[in-house]
């Protein structure tokens, strides 16, 4: 009996810790591919700038999970654009990718949407992603539940 109790204290702490870290929001940030890569590796989707069909890595190499703030602002067109502030691990991995991945893209999905792709031109060790618009108000509700707002107090 003591021993089912245990096992049923470890397996409800183990639920509520889980539930605890679930995420409202997910941004994923994935690197463009090389087209010979197979589906296992890769999948094709339509470049925005270019309108061409380029390859993107399934795994993503920034998430949610890489996120500390955001600030978000009203772009022009009606929707919000949005600075990203990273964790030391994503701060790392973006720094790492904008010099071994110079010249390609990298590709910005939120809540499972394409968002923007943005071209590596030069190397990002300030850990900050720039997200232009593309972001709808829904967006920014669900970010402010994960995350602080640039300026504010870690919560």
């Given at each position: 009996?003591?021993?089912?109790c245990?096992?049923t204290?470890?397996?409800?702490?183990?639920?509520?810790?889980?539930a605890?870290?679930q995420?409202h929001?997910t941004?994923?940030v994935?690197?463009?591919?090389?087209?010979?890569d197979?589906?296992?590796?890769a999948k094709?989707?339509?470049?925005?700038?270019?309108g061409?069909?380029v390859?993107?890595?399934k795994?993503?190499w920034?998430?949610?999970n890489?996120?500390?703030a955001?600030s978000a602002?009203?772009?022009a067109?009606g929707?919000y654009?949005a600075?990203?502030q990273l964790d030391?691990?994503?701060?790392t991995v973006l720094?790492?990718l904008?010099?071994?991945?110079?010249g390609?893209l990298?590709?910005?999905?939120?809540?499972?949407?394409?968002?923007?792709e943005?071209?590596?031109d030069k190397?990002v060790?300030?850990?900050?992603?720039?997200?232009?618009?593309?972001?709808t108000s829904a967006?920014?509700?669900?970010?402010?539940?994960?995350?602080?707002?640039?300026?504010q107090?870690?919560?």
């Amino acid at each position: 009996m003591k021993t089912l109790c245990a096992f049923t204290f470890c397996l409800v702490f183990a639920v509520s810790e889980g539930a605890a870290k679930q995420r409202h929001c997910t941004f994923r940030v994935h690197a463009q591919a090389n087209p010979r890569d197979t589906e296992v590796f890769a999948k094709s989707v339509r470049a925005q700038v270019s309108g061409k069909t380029v390859a993107i890595e399934k795994m993503p190499w920034i998430s949610e999970n890489d996120v500390v703030a955001f600030s978000a602002y009203p772009a022009a067109d009606g929707t919000y654009g949005a600075l990203f502030q990273l964790d030391e691990h994503g701060r790392t991995v973006l720094d790492t990718l904008s010099v071994e991945r110079r010249g390609g893209l990298l590709f910005v999905f939120i809540n499972g949407r394409p968002i923007t792709e943005l071209q590596i031109d030069k190397r990002v060790s300030d850990g900050k992603i720039y997200i232009p618009s593309g972001l709808t108000s829904a967006d920014i509700e669900l970010m402010k539940k994960d995350w602080r707002t640039i300026g504010q107090r870690k919560r």
